[in-house]
Structures are given as C-alpha cells and as structure tokens.
C-alpha cells in the first residue's frame, strides 16, 4: 500500500540538460519471464527499477528463481527451464501492473499447480476476461471475480491445446498471453490483430532461442519449445520519455536532449502526433540496443497547433494520451481524439481523469465515449487529482510548467511504479516540482 503523496508543480525555469530515461517497463517484465524459463542464466541490463517491474521479479522468486541484483538497474536470472516453476506459498501480488497479470496469466494457466494473482486497488478494478476466455478456449481454467476482475485464480494442471484466435482490442498484453500459453500447448498457436501492437514478447522468445514466426498483426508458434538464456539490454522508455519531450515543447526556452530512447514503432505514435502539431524533436546518434532502434530526442520549444489525432495512430501511442493531452492544452486551437476508448481500462479512466483536471486548471475539454476534444487556453493554478495513475500525475507535473498558479496534484506515490525518481529528474532539467 502507499501513502498517498502530493506535489506541488508551477512553473520553473526553460527545461535544459541532458537526460537519462530509465528503461522500459514493458521490456523489463518481458525480460524478466523469458530468463526465469530459459535453460541456464541470463543478465539483464537497463532493467527498470520501478514497482510493476520489481513485483514481477518478485513473483518469478516466489515461483522458485534465483534473481540476483548485482548493481541497480542490473538483474542475473537463473532460469529454471520451462518446466522448472515451483508452486507458489500463497498469492502472487502483480501490485499496479496490467502487464504483469496478463502475460502471467497465461503462463500460470500452462502450470502443473495453482496460483491466485492479485493486484492493488487500480489493478483489481481492470478488466482480465480479454485474456482469461481465449485462456479458455485454450483449455485453461482460470476463475475471476463477477465482473470479470482479478483476483485470477488459475486452476493448473490442465493440458493446453493451441488455437488460431483473432483478438478484439488491439492488446499487446492479450497477444503475450497467448503466446506464453502457447509455449505449452499442443500444436500451433496464432494471434492475429485488428491493428499491430508492440512485438516485444514476440522478438525477445525469438532472441531466447524460439522458433517463432511474426509480422505486423499476426505471430505463431508451435508448443513444446524450449528457452536458451540470453543476455537483454532494456533501451530506455519511449513512454518516460514523452513527458520530457511535451514538457521542452511547450516551456519557452527550453531544449532537452533525452539519451537513447527506444523507438520501436508501434511507441512512437506521440513523436509522429506532435511533430505534425509542429513540435521540434530531432533524432540523433541513430543505433541498435538489444535489438531495438535507439536515438538521442533532442526537443526544442516550438509553438503547438491543435490536431484530429488519426485514429490509425492511437494503439502506437496508447500510453501517451496524458501527455498528448497536454500538449493539447498549450496548442493553438482545439485537437480532437477519438477511436481511444480503451484508456477508459487503463490505470485510471484516463479520458475522464484528464478531462477532469484540465477543466480544474479552467480549459474546457468535451469528452465522448471514445476520445475528447481539448481546447487550449491559459491554464490555472489549482488541485487535480491523478486517481492514483502514475502518467496522470507526471502529465500534471508538465501542465503545470505552464499553468499562471501552483498546482496541487494529488496521489502521486504511483510514479514509482514505472518512473522511479521522476521528480528528480525533472526538477534537474528546470520543473517547479516540490
Ligand atoms: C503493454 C501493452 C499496453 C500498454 C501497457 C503495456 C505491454 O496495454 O498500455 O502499458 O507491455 O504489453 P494493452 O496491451 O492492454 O493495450
């Protein structure tokens, strides 16, 4: 549980500096789970040490394996082999994390024995029927609660059997799911998407050693596969990112250069959306980092204009809509979402949530089942309230840099979740942050 915590956000000085993002969270907790089945040991290098991802290391012990931290941001997992988990002493605590749950799910569904999977308050309001009915259909036994929430309580020592599933949402954790569950069944697996999400799972099985066949919206893979231990090196989070790069657009002055931040494809819908608000982002010292496109982000201020988001755009940036938000806010005229109801289910209802705490800083936003239209204005001082969402807070924290008064943001403790030291950094590059 956490305590909850405030900060104070006004506006400081033009943001400068250069910037280390910690890694990503969605590549850590991939990194994590493939080690621990892999035959032999693994180190992983950039891990994030943020909670969701720490909570899943931490399952992986309770699971029976042996995770050494030589130095932070560095793990050593000896893997215990497909087939080599132990049953768990009591319930396994996925604390604020969706991803964490869902691609366990279908790992634990493939096990000899049992396990529950809870979550903290945010988690145990997500919906879990996305994975656990194609579970299902795999021959999984998995219990949730009336609504469809966690806890899971996964009924082990059922045999799997592949299946060709076509997902509903576009959902990178509901295909990974799938596929950890498909490393046991019999036969094929294939995951086919409505729109092609983040492949993390599908490249890292390929990097531990699995034969696995994948393109934009469609992977398969056969059961019955083992994992050879390989070493990952976490590139740092797009998503963490974002926050800077809307921050140096609209704080006048401002130039931030963000140090080798990955720039996978299906993340970077943000720098395509603000680039066509007439952001100034600039890539330099192009490389690969454990298999994944990196560049320095150089962000320089640049006057926003309000955009129609393509809606095409929205699954490669569904985790920045806080941000863009933001950015929406100090552009000159109105931008337009749609097509986005999935962040109704995210860590809070972030179209709501956000609607909120602009309208409290004196914009008016319009929200529709789907999406909202922000139109900009001067923004005010005053409360908003994250609904304990780590990305709510931090796009608050942006606003603020921006806003006429202090603003007070509520129940920020959660920031720790996927973007430990946040305010540090922040207040390094020239944030009002108390
Ligand atoms: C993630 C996938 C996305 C994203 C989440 C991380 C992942 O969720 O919002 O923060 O690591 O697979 P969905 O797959 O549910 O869209």
């Known amino acids: 549980m956490h305590e909850p915590q405030a900060w104070t956000a006004r506006a400081g ?45 931490a399952i992986f012990a309770r699971l029976g394996v042996r995770i050494e931290t030589p130095s932070p941001s560095r793990r050593v997992v000896h893997g215990v082999g497909i087939d080599g988990l132990k049953a768990p002493d009591g319930p396994l605590d996925c604390g604020n994390a969706g991803t964490g749950m869902r691609l366990l799910a279908g790992l634990l569904a493939a096990q000899r024995f049992d396990s529950v999977l809870v979550g903290d308050a945010s988690l145990s309001k997500r919906p879990m029927r996305r994975v656990t009915v194609p579970l299902a259909a795999m021959g999984a036994r998995i219990d949730t609660e009336d609504g469809g929430t966690p806890p ?29 569950a498909g490393l046991y069944a019999r036969g094929e697996t294939v995951v086919r998407e409505p729109h092609p999400t983040r492949d993390y ?25 083992r994992l050879r231990a390989t070493d990952v090196a976490v590139p740092a989070d797009f998503s963490s990112a974002a926050f800077f790069l809307v921050a140096a657009s609209i704080v006048p002055g401002s130039e931030l250069r963000l140090r080798q931040v990955g720039l996978n494809p299906r993340r970077t819908g943000l720098l395509q959306v603000l680039r066509m608000m007439g952001a100034d982002i600039r890539e330099e010292h192009p490389a690969t980092h454990g298999g994944e496109p990196v560049a320095d982000l150089v962000a320089r201020h640049a006057p926003l204009r309000g955009i129609e988001v393509p809606e095409a755009l929205v699954p490669d940036m569904i985790d920045e809509f806080p941000a863009l938000f933001v950015a929406a806010a100090c552009a000159d005229g109105p931008t337009v979402v749609r097509g986005a109801a999935e962040l109704r289910v995210k860590e809070s209802d972030r179209l709501a949530v956000m609607a909120a705490g ?17 139109h900009p204005g001067t923004l005010q001082g005053g409360a908003v309230d994250s609904h304990g969402d780590h990305r709510i807070a931090m796009a608050f924290a942006v606003a603020a840099q921006r806003a006429a008064g202090a603003v007070r943001i509520d129940d920020v403790a959660n920031v720790a979740t996927s973007f430990p030291g946040f305010d540090v950094l922040a207040r390094q590059a020239g944030f009002g942050l108390a």
């Open 13 to 57: 000085s033009p943001l400068r500096g250069t910037l280390a993002i910690p890694g990503d969270k969605s590549v850590s907790h991939r990194a994590v789970m493939l080690a621990a089945l892999a035959d032999g040991t693994s180190t992983i290098d950039g891990f994030l040490e943020g909670e969701d991802t720490r909570a899943t290391a």
């Open 152 to 180: 899971l309580r996964i009924h082990g020592g059922h045999a799997l059997v592949g299946i060709d599933h076509t997902l509903e949402v576009a959902s990178a954790q509901v295909k990974s799911a799938l596929l950890l």
């Open 201 to 225: 799972t599908e490249r890292m099985l390929a990097a531990f050693g699995v034969d696995i066949a994948f393109a934009p919206g469609i992977a398969r893979l056969r059961g019955g596969q």
């Open 358 to 374: 602009l309208r409290g800083l004196g914009l008016r936003v319009d929200e529709t089942a789907d999406g909202a239209t922000i």
